[in-house]
């Protein structure tokens, strides 16, 4: 039994909604934590003269990819709350509604 896997997500399925008042950033990075694993259980196919199956942990470790996706909130604005009147100097100013 080989300790690496994989799962291969659908696009999808990596479609999440997601609020329009974010901003995502999806990161692809190798999988390095698998490596000393897949090496190891190469190493013990390979002893027990199983090529195939050795290099398919390799190839399977190599093609392994982490995705990670980060959320930025945008703040939501209120235009009627950022806006005011023209004031001349000196008077208090007046929010529009």
């Not at 490596?35 to 190493?43: G, Q």
């Not at 930025?72 to 009147?85: E, G, H, I, M, N």
Request: proline residues 10%; hydrophobic residues 35%; contains cysteine.
């Amino acid at each position: 039994m080989c300790p690496v896997r994989s799962h291969v997500h659908s696009h999808e399925e990596l479609r999440e909604p997601f609020p329009p008042s974010n901003i995502r950033v999806r990161t692809y990075n190798l999988a390095l934590a698998t490596y000393p694993t897949a090496l190891k259980e190469a190493a013990r196919l390979l002893d027990q003269k199983k090529t195939k199956e050795a290099s398919d942990v390799l190839l399977t470790a190599l093609n392994t990819l982490m995705v990670v996706d980060n959320l930025t909130p945008l703040p939501l604005v209120s235009p009627a709350k950022r806006l005011t009147k023209p004031r001349p100097s000196g008077k208090k100013t007046k929010t529009w509604r």
